[in-house]
């Protein structure tokens, strides 16, 4: 649940999310998924973190420090 109102999930809304998700889940990285298919790569972490219908993901290769709960006022669409 969340956010500001007005603010909705690329990924969720976005037409391949099957597809993205599926390609997380294969192991793609992170990154190279919201490459291919146009989406920030915050987006799709968070997709996946929050979002996603599949089994728990652990093994999320992501560069930048974990990202932990972010502090309120924190723009997270924008971080990457
Ligand atoms: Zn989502």
């Known amino acids: 649940m969340a956010g500001k109102p007005g603010r909705k999930c690329t990924i969720c809304g976005h037409p391949e999310r099957a597809q993205i998700e599926a390609e997380v889940q294969a192991g793609a990285t992170l990154r190279n ?23 728990p993901i652990e093994k999320f290769e992501v560069e930048p420090e974990p990202v932990q709960e972010a502090p309120a006022g924190i723009d997270d669409d924008d971080i990457w």
Do not use: E, S, T, Y
């Not at 998924?33 to 089994?55: C, E, P, S, Y």
């Open 33 to 55: 998924v919201a490459q291919a298919h146009g989406v920030k790569l915050g987006a799709v972490f968070r997709h996946m973190k929050n979002h996603a219908f599949i089994a």
